[in-house]
C-alpha cells in the first residue's frame, strides 16, 4: 500500500503519533485508544471511562444487535445490579466459576469521620447478607423465572439486557480486558432441550452475522472444550476472530445451560401432557471487548479504520480555504453535498472550524478512521472538482462534484466488502494445519496465527500445551470435518482438528 | 365517561383486576404496575425488576430523549459505576446531600466457606479505599474532566450518560423510589457563567417539551427553594407534575452548579485573554421515575392509559373467529391492514393466538394501555367493517375498512392531545390560589392539588409548613408574576407565589 503524498498536508501533520504495530503492538493498541478518543483509564483502578467517539461507536453496535435481537423474537428488560451472595452457592459450577473476582457491598452507609473531614464507613450500616455487583445474571434471573413459569403457555421466554457488569480483573487492559465493562446478556427460558439448542446456534449465527457484515470481521464458530466452557453450560459455543498479530479474541458467547439452572433455582412448568419437568435454558453474550475487536482487526498505523456500517461519522468535508470570503464560497458547494448525502442515509461531518489547518484535520480523521474525506478548494470550485480520500487505502482522486453522491454510496459499499476482504485473506494466510509438535512450537512461537491440528480430547494434553506455548484451544470449529489423525503433543488418535492460537 | 358494552365481552372478565383509585389510590398504582407487566419487586430489597413491558415504554422515552439531547449537540459517553470513597468529601454541600445512604463496597473477593458448602467473603481481598456504588456521578466526571480541559478550546462539553444508579432508599416504590434505578445524567462544562445557565435553562425546557408532547403531563417550571436544592448545587431548577390524587410528582432537575465541582476537583482553564479561571458546570437528570408519573397521570381503573408516542404498541387487531377456517378468512384482512398501517410507521400487535378468547385479549390489552384496538370478525367481513375501540374514552364505532388506515392516523394524534388536554384541565381545575393559612390547610388537608400561595423565603417558615401539613414547596414557577403578598404562615411580606404541594 502507498501513502500517496498529499498537495494539501505540510510534513509536521505527517509526524506518527503512535507507535507502530511492528515496534510494540500492544503500546499501538493502547495509544490507538487513547489518542482516537475511545477510552482512558479512571481513577478507579480496572475502569475505564468510554469517551464520546468511542462510545458512538459502541452505539451503533449496540443499534444493530439490538435491532437483530428483536427481529429474532427477544425482549429487553432490566434486572437488579446487585445479586445476594447465597444465590452464587446454588449452582455449583457458576460458584467456582464466577464467585470469586467480584465486587461485594457490605455496608450501606457513611458517616462523617469524627477525627478528619472526611467520610467513613459506618459500622451500623452492615447488611445482614453481603450483596454482589453482577459478574452475570443467571442466578438473579432464574431465581425470577421462577415465578413467571408455570406452564408451557409461559414458554419461551426470550430476554435480553444491556447493562453493566463486574469482574475484579487484576491485570486489565482498555476494552479487552477491564473491571467493570458494558454488554448484552440473553437469558432465555425453553420447554424442550431441541429449542433450547436451536435458540443457542440461533445467536451464535446472529452473532456471526454481526461481526462479519457489520463489524467486516470473518470469525470462526465452534465449540469450546470442557476446561474453557462458562461455569453451569452444557456446552458453550464462541466465535473466534484473528486480530493482526495473529492471536485469537474471543468475540462472543452462546451458551446451553441444559436444566441447571433450573434445578439450581427450582424452576419446573407442567408440560403439554401435564408432566413437571425442569425448563431448559440458554444465555449468550457480547461486551465492549467487541471495541477492541473492531480496533484491533482493521486498525494500521496511522490510526483506526472503520468499517463505514460501524462508523459514527461516515465521511467528513474539509473546505480548503484562505480568509472568511473563500470560505463562504466554499460553504455552499460544502453545504449542499451534505445535504445530499444525508438524504441518502450517510451520516456526515462538515468541519469548518477556523481553530485548526486542514493538515491538522485530515491527520485528525484519520486517526479516528472516518472511512471518507471529501476536500474542497477554491481550484475545485472553478473547476468543479472534489477530492475523494478513502481511509482503508488511502487512495486519494479527484472528481466531479455532480457525481459525488452515487460515488460515495458506492464506495462506502466497496469499502466495507474490502476491509473485510482484507481480513478474510490475513486469516487465511495465517491459518495453518499442523501436524507435528515441532512444526506446531515452531508456528505458535514464531508465526503466529490459527493453527488446526489434532488433539487427543483431554483436559491434560490441553493443559500442558498451554503451559509449554501459551496457546490455547479456541474452539472445536463447527465446520470441522471428521478426519483421522494423531494428537500433536500425545500421538492419541484423535477424529478431527480443533483451533489452536493464542488468545487475549 | 360511559363504558360502552360490548358484544364480544362477557361478564366474566369484566370483573376488575385492579383495587379502584377512590378505594385506595397506592394500592391501585401498586396493582397496575404488578398487573400491567411492567415492574416487580426482586430478591433484592429496594430493587426492582423492569418487565418487557415497561422496559419497552422506558425505551421509547430513552429513544426520544436521546434524540433530543443529540439534537442540542450532547453526545453520550461512560464514566465508571465505582467512586472513590474519598471523591465524595471533596465537595462540602455534596458530601452531605449523597455520601450517606450509600452502597459500599469494600472486598473484591468471595472464597469457599470451610465450614459450609457457601461462599463467605474473604477477609484478605479488602479495598485500601471503599469504593461507592454512584447516586450521582458529578464527583467522578469532574475528576475526569480535569484532565480533559485545559483552554477555552476544550469548551464546552456537552455530553450525557445512560446509566444505574444506587441510593439506599429505606421505604422503596416501584419506578417512584428504588434502590437501584436507571436514568441519563448530563454533566457539561463551560467556559462562563452565563453559557452554564443557558445550558440549564435549555435542558429544564427540553424536558418540559418532552413531557408535555410525548407523556402528554403538563408541567410547571421553576426553581427549587435552598432546602429542596441539589447538593452541590447553586439553582436547581425542576419541572413539576401533578397525578391524579393531587400530589406533586418531581419529573426531572436541571441544576446549575457554578464553580463549585471545578474548584473541588481544581478544573481550571485558559480564558481568550490568557487569563486561569475555574469552569462553570451544570448536570442534569430524568430517571425510571418518570415511568411512575406516566403510569399516574393518565391511567384508570381499567388500567394503563398511555399516550401514543409512547406506546410500545399503538394498534391492536383481534379477530373474533371461531374455528381455523374463519381465521385463515380474516387473516386476510388483518394482515393487509396492519401492513398498510405499519408502512406509515404505526406500530401493530395482530393477535391471532388460539390460546385466548377475545374478550381475555381486550381486557388485557385495556389493562397495558394500548391507544387503539381494532377488532374484525365474520359479520365485519360481510360488511366490509371493522370495530374500532379506543383506550383513552374506551368509545366504539364500527367503521369501513377502506378508511381505516387515515382514520387511526388521525385518531393516534387525537388521542395523545386529548390525554394531554384531560391532563392539562385537571391540573387547572385542582390549583388553587390561596392566601389564609385556614385556607391553605383546608385544601391540603381536603381536596388536594397544587396551592399556589405567599411564602416569605425563609427556611424556617418552609420547614414549620411541611411539618403542620406535610406539603412542601415544589417550587418558585418561572411564570410567577411579581405581585405585593403576605406569608399565609407568617404574614410577613412576600414577592411572588410559590408552589406548594404534598408530592411523590
Known sequence: MKRLSSKFIPKIYMAKVLTSRKDDYAQWYNDLVIK?????????????????????????????????????????????????????????????????????????????????????????????????????????????????????????????????????????????????????????????????????????????????????????????????????????????????????????TSHFLGQNFAKAFDVKFLDKTGKLDLVWATSWGVSTRLMGALIMAHSDDNGLVLPPKLAPIQVVIVPIYKGSEQLKELDVTAKRIKAELESKGVSVKYDDRDTHKPGWKFAEYELKGVPIRLAIGPRDLQNGTIEVARRDTLEKTSLSQDRIVGHVERLLDEIQENIYSKAFNFKKENTWEVDTWDEFKEIIDHKGGFVLAHWDGTNETELKIKEETKATIRCIPLDSKEEKGKCIYSGKPSGRRVLFAKAY
Not at 478507579?44 to 443499534?63: D, L, N, T
Not at 452457592?89 to 461485594?104: L, P, R, T, W
Open 36 to 252: 482516537a478518543d475511545l477510552a482512558e483509564n479512571s481513577a478507579v483502578r480496572g475502569s475505564m471511562v468510554i469517551k464520546p467517539y468511542g462510545y458512538a461507536i459502541w452505539e451503533k453496535m449496540q443499534e444493530q444487535l439490538d435491532k437483530m435481537f428483536k427481529a429474532t423474537g427477544h425482549s429487553n428488560a432490566y434486572f437488579p445490579l446487585f445479586i445476594p451472595k447465597s444465590f452464587f452457592s446454588k449452582e455449583a459450577a457458576h460458584v467456582e466459576g464466577f464467585a470469586k473476582e467480584c465486587a461485594v457491598v457490605t455496608h450501606y452507609r457513611l458517616k462523617n469521620d469524627p477525627n478528619s473531614k472526611g467520610v467513613i464507613v459506618d459500622p451500623d450500616a452492615k447488611l445482614e447478607e453481603e450483596l454482589i455487583v453482577r459478574p452475570t445474571s443467571e442466578t438473579i434471573i432464574w431465581n425470577t423465572y421462577k415465578n413467571w413459569i408455570q406452564s408451557y403457555r409461559d414458554l419461551p421466554i426470550l430476554i435480553n439486557q444491556w447493562a453493566n457488569v463486574v469482574r475484579w480483573e487484576m491485570r486489565t487492559r482498555l476494552f479487552l480486558r477491564t473491571a467493570e465493562f458494558l454488554w448484552q446478556e440473553g437469558h432465555t427460558a425453553h420447554a424442550t432441550k431441541e429449542e433450547a439448542v436451536e435458540e443457542t446456534l440461533k445467536i451464535l449465527d446472529l452473532y456471526a452475522d454481526f461481526a462479519e457484515k457489520f463489524m467486516a470481521i470473518p470469525v470462526i464458530k465452534g465449540t469450546k472444550t470442557e476446561a474453557e466452557r462458562f461455569a453451569g453450560a452444557l456446552e458453550t459455543y464462541s466465535i473466534e476472530a484473528m486480530m493482526q498479530d495473529g492471536k485469537a479474541l474471543q468475540s462472543g
